[in-house]
C-alpha cells in the first residue's frame, strides 16, 4: 500500500480553464506586482534554457509589456501585453491587451525566399491587434486589424475563434494581409 499525505498551499493558484481566465491569468504577468510574481526571491521561478539572443526592439513604446528571448519588434506601441519567445513584430504596428505566445523557430532570409512566403510568421507592419490571443507560429499579414471586445459575437473560423469577446488566433494560423475582425 502506498501513504498519501496532503498539504495546505498558500501559493498562488487560479484556474485556466476557459479562455477568460487564461487570457486574464496571462496578461496579469504585467501588473506592476503581479499575483504570481516571477520576481520573488523568495519563491523563484526558473525556465528552460533556450540558448536564444536577446530580444531586439527598434523605436517601440511599451507600457506594461513582458517580452521574452529572441523577439525583434519594430512596433509602434505594445500596451499591457505578453510576447513570446522568437516574436516578430512589424513596423508601425500596436499590440494593446493580446497574448502573443511566439514562435518555435526562425524563419531564414533564404526559407522566405526560395518558398515564396507572402505573410512572414509574427505579426506584419502597420497592425492594430487588442484584446487577442495569438497562438504558436501564426501569420498575421500587413494593414490587419484585431479589435477584440464585448461587441463582437462568439463565432469560430478555420483561423480564428471568438470568444466572449477575445480574438483568438489558432495555432499555425493566416491571417491575410489588410483583414479586419
Given at each position: 500500500?502506498?501513504?498519501?499525505?496532503?498539504?495546505?498551499?498558500?501559493?498562488?493558484?487560479?484556474d485556466i480553464g476557459n479562455i477568460d481566465s487564461f487570457f486574464d491569468a496571462n496578461l496579469g504577468l504585467t501588473d506592476d506586482i503581479p499575483q504570481f510574481n516571477l520576481y520573488d526571491r523568495k519563491k523563484r521561478v526558473y525556465t528552460h534554457a533556450?540558448?536564444?539572443?536577446?530580444?531586439?526592439?527598434?523605436g517601440t513604446a511599451q507600457e506594461k509589456a513582458v517580452i521574452a528571448e529572441g523577439c525583434i519588434i519594430h512596433a509602434a506601441k505594445i500596451?499591457?501585453?505578453v510576447i513570446g519567445i522568437r516574436s516578430r513584430i512589424g513596423k508601425e504596428s500596436t499590440v494593446?491587451?493580446?497574448?502573443?505566445?511566439?514562435?518555435?523557430?526562425?524563419?531564414?532570409?533564404?526559407?522566405?525566399?526560395?518558398?515564396?512566403?507572402?505573410?512572414?510568421?509574427?505579426?506584419?507592419?502597420?497592425?492594430?491587434?487588442?484584446?487577442?490571443?495569438?497562438?504558436?507560429?501564426?501569420?498575421i499579414g500587413d494593414d490587419v486589424r484585431i479589435n477584440g471586445g464585448k461587441h463582437l459575437e462568439d463565432k469560430e473560423t478555420e483561423n480564428y475563434f471568438i470568444k466572449d469577446g477575445i480574438v483568438v488566433i489558432k495555432k499555425e494560423a493566416t491571417i491575410p494581409k489588410g483583414y479586419v475582425i
Open positions: 500500500t502506498q501513504k498519501t499525505v496532503s498539504y495546505q498551499y498558500e501559493g498562488y493558484w487560479t533556450r540558448m536564444l539572443p536577446t530580444s531586439k526592439i527598434s500596451e499591457r501585453s494593446i491587451n493580446t497574448y502573443m505566445m511566439g514562435s518555435d523557430y526562425y524563419e531564414s532570409l533564404d526559407d522566405i525566399e526560395n518558398n515564396k512566403i507572402d505573410v512572414l510568421m509574427g505579426i506584419g507592419e502597420r497592425c492594430f491587434i487588442k484584446n487577442a490571443i495569438i497562438d504558436k507560429n501564426c501569420r
